[in-house]
């Protein structure tokens, strides 16, 4: 084995509950709750849920045990992971990890859960298996050099996705170092996923990272099984730095390698949209609130300029063409010009509101007049923080300035349980009854006490009345 993959294997095999410091396992089902909740309301209501769940179901999906967020439907290991993996990545309210540019929780928590099922594997397996995902993942991509890798079209989400996936399934199933890093190995056959679904909003953003989930618990079984996987599947001369990053930096992938623990290094979102407007929306807020503007009031605004970074603007601002007019969800969720309008008419960018203001017309009109541009304070910043600086401009000709360096659910500012437990209660609420999101959050937040069965226990007890939202929910 090789220097990188040797350790990572050696550190995912020997992780447990004990040797992880109490403030990371902590942090650990905190993002499960996070991840749980969002799931549950994609299973609800996620344009893409009906067709993914049926195309799967045409092509096949083996039965078994491992459970599916929001149902109490079952299926295989590798299959419930990918599914999972998809539905926490949907809304596109999934955590993030700024230094890494990836969503961590989204092909780790699945793949973590579903192998530990599989086992028949504790809560605390379960927690171990969450963070040493975690850990591998986000060292991996802060390895590729991220903007490196973003630049060459990849996915980070997906291409490094897998290899979290795959480590947190290996912890769950117990393999030794020799059998991780053989499944390290046979994930880099799985390693994929690019930027092209910006050209349409193309709904394979979810998809890829939910393949990466189920190839990489699929790698961990093989692995488990005596199966070969290729040899220094990190470092070597045709490995996942070399082929995936032009500029990759190997010594990332270990510098604290189970002293600096990268999991405490995630945040949250508070808003369902690209990470890269979070400190724009914030700003906006705040400026809104200081000027007791509202719909009406915000006739007042002559134009609204929002300053990022070049890699920012590149994510949410172009193509113009369809960003300032955005037709569909995920446009709507990458468009600085719609997020800076609906934060300024309704006071927030919540999941409920996008199907009630994509093509409103007080909100095209007021995104008309949202000019993005290339801050270099903000630029400066990147990619350490995405920042943000806004300025309302007023037709009385008073300007209105707000710089965030920081936006909020960072680590800095991370949401108190409280504050966890809205916004689960809130996206899991309409599924689950609010009694059942709260069960939600209690499972999640003791998962090493109570194990991965008592979570989709409580996680797939769907309300039986009728609504429009269950009655139309699809099936596996």
């Known amino acids: 084995m090789g220097d990188v993959t040797d350790a990572l294997a050696r550190f995912t095999a020997a992780l447990s509950l004990d040797a992880v410091p109490p403030a990371v396992g902590a942090r650990a089902q905190r993002l499960v709750l996070d991840a749980a909740a969002i799931a549950v309301r994609a299973r609800a209501d996620g344009e893409s849920t009906a067709a993914l769940l049926a195309g799967l179901a045409a092509a096949g999906l083996a039965p078994g045990s491992c459970g599916l967020f929001g149902t109490a439907e079952t299926c295989a290991p590798a299959a419930a992971a990918g599914i999972n993996a998809a ?28 192998a530990a099922q599989a086992a028949g594997a504790d809560g605390r397996i379960a927690v171990a298996a969450v963070v040493a995902g975690m850990e591998v993942m986000i060292r991996l991509a802060r390895a590729l050099d991220p903007p490196r890798h973003y630049a060459r079209g990849y996915h980070p989400t997906a291409t490094t996705g897998v290899f979290g996936a795959a480590a947190a399934a290996a912890r769950a199933l117990g393999l030794d170092a ?7 190995g046979i994930a880099l056959s799985s390693a994929a996923g690019t930027l092209q679904f910006h050209a349409n909003g193309a709904w394979t953003k979810r998809l890829q990272v939910g393949l990466a989930a189920e190839a990489g618990v699929r790698a961990a079984f093989l692995a488990r099984h005596g199966f070969t996987g290729a040899a220094d599947a990190v470092e070597g001369a045709h490995g ?17 390698l189970g002293s600096v623990w990268e999991t405490l290094a995630i945040g949250v979102k508070p808003y369902p949209a690209c990470r890269f407007a979070h400190a724009a929306i ?16 915000a006739a007042r605004i002559a134009f609204v300029e929002v300053g990022l970074s070049r890699k920012a603007l590149a994510a949410v601002a172009e193509p113009e063409a369809r960003k300032r007019r955005a037709r569909n969800v995920v446009d709507a969720q990458f468009s600085i010009y719609f997020l800076a309008a609906a934060a300024l008419l309704t006071g927030g960018v919540r999941w409920d ?7 409103d017309a007080a909100v095209n009109a007021l ?63 309409p599924v689950l009854g609010e009694a059942g999101a709260g069960a939600l959050c209690a499972a999640a937040l003791d998962l090493a006490g109570v194990g991965p069965d008592a ?14 939202m269950r009655s139309n929910r699809p099936h596996v």
């Open 282 to 297: 914030d700003g906006l807020l705040d400026l809104r609130r200081e000027m007791g503007l509202d719909a009406v009031a």
């Open 178 to 184: 020799g059998q991780t890093a053989a499944a390290f």
């Open 87 to 114: 539905l926490v990545h949907t809304l596109d309210f999934d955590d993030t990890h700024m230094g890494a540019s990836v969503h961590v929780g989204a092909p780790v928590v699945p793949a973590a859960l579903a």
């Open 240 to 256: 996942l730095l070399a082929v995936f990053s032009d500029g990759a930096e190997p010594a990332r992938a270990t510098a604290g």
């Open 367 to 429: 995104a008309a007049r949202v000019r993005p541009l290339q801050d270099e304070t903000v630029e400066a910043l990147y990619p350490a923080a995405m920042a943000g600086r806004v300025t309302i401009v007023l037709h009385d000709g008073r300007r209105l300035t707000r710089q965030v360096p920081e936006p909020s659910g960072e680590p800095g500012c991370f949401p108190s349980d409280a504050a966890l437990r809205d916004k689960a209660i809130a996206l899991a609420g």
């Open 455 to 468: 979570l989709f226990g409580a996680a797939g007890a769907v309300l039986e009345q009728d609504s429009d």
């Open 353 to 359: 509101d996008y199907p009630r203001l994509i093509g």
